[in-house]
T-cell receptor, first 114, second 113 residues
Framework: GQSLEQPSEVTAVEGAIVQINCTYQTSGFYGLSWYQQHDGGAPTFLSYNGLDGLEETGRFSSFLSRSDSYGYLLLQELQMKDSASYFCAVRDEYSGAGSYQLTFGKGTKLSVIP | NAGVTQTPKFQVLKTGQSMTLQCAQDMNHEYMSWYRQDPGMGLRLIHYSVGAGITDQGEVPNGYNVSRSTTEDFPLRLLSAAPSQTSVYFC????????????FGSGTRLTVV
């Protein structure tokens, strides 16, 4: 089966940097993704790591270490609008039939304070 | 380009009633999925499809049916609603290549009384 662990809540100050960690256990692994969800909204795709290393997209970066089954999302220059829930998700071979699906963590609620 | 369109946005059902949640995408995505989201539980996969005519069960399929007769549409049917199915339901679609991520619909908030 698949399982993902991420902190349930994180609080950070506006303008600061915050890191949200994700560890996973899965029978097959084809990449780690991150999604952002504001209260009452739909999840939106932020980033994808298929290989080890750092991917940067503006103020957001995501890192993957496949040997450690670990990744993180790094948010820089935090803004109030970054207050949201952040989900890591692994792409794995869900049914063993070559069809890949996303399994999500339970999410990290980020609160940005002035 | 509408993306992923879900209807209805809100629904209240009585226990035992059936209904269909609609999902349509106009991006020619091969993959479509249904997730439910409950407080503290994250997003859990109900059913998914990797192309027209192909569907399979996810983590929590009981009480739900799906079909995929066209690339665009992927309806979710609740057979006999139960209070445990009170949740927010999201439809999502993607290309088979993971790099582009999933596009989610705006969700259906379902209450079963």
């Amino acid at each position: 089966g698949q399982s993902l662990e991420q902190p349930s809540e994180v609080t950070a100050v506006e303008g600061a940097i915050v890191q949200i960690n994700c560890t996973y256990q899965t029978s097959g692994f084809y990449g780690l993704s991150w999604y952002q969800q504001h209260d009452g909204g739909a999840p939106t795709f932020l980033s994808y790591n298929g290989l080890d290393g750092l991917e940067e997209t503006g103020r957001f970066s995501s890192f993957l270490s496949r040997s450690d089954s670990y990744g993180y999302l790094l948010l820089q220059e935090l803004q109030m609008k970054d207050s949201a829930s952040y989900f890591c998700a692994v792409r794995d071979e869900y049914s063993g039939a070559g069809s890949y699906q996303l399994t999500f963590g339970k999410g990290t609620k980020l609160s940005v304070i002035p | 380009n509408a993306g992923v369109t879900q209807t209805p946005k809100f629904q209240v059902l009585k226990t035992g009633q059936s209904m269909t949640l609609q999902c349509a995408q106009d991006m020619n995505h091969e993959y479509m999925s249904w997730y439910r989201q409950d407080p503290g539980m994250g997003l859990r996969l109900i059913h998914y499809s990797v192309g027209a005519g192909i569907t399979d069960q996810g983590e929590v399929p009981n009480g739900y049916n799906v079909s995929r007769s066209t690339t665009e549409d992927f309806p979710l049917r609740l057979l006999s609603a139960a209070p445990s199915q009170t949740s927010v339901y999201f439809c999502a679609s993607s290309y088979s290549t993971a790099r582009y991520g999933y596009t989610f619909g705006s969700g259906t908030r379902l209450t079963v009384v």
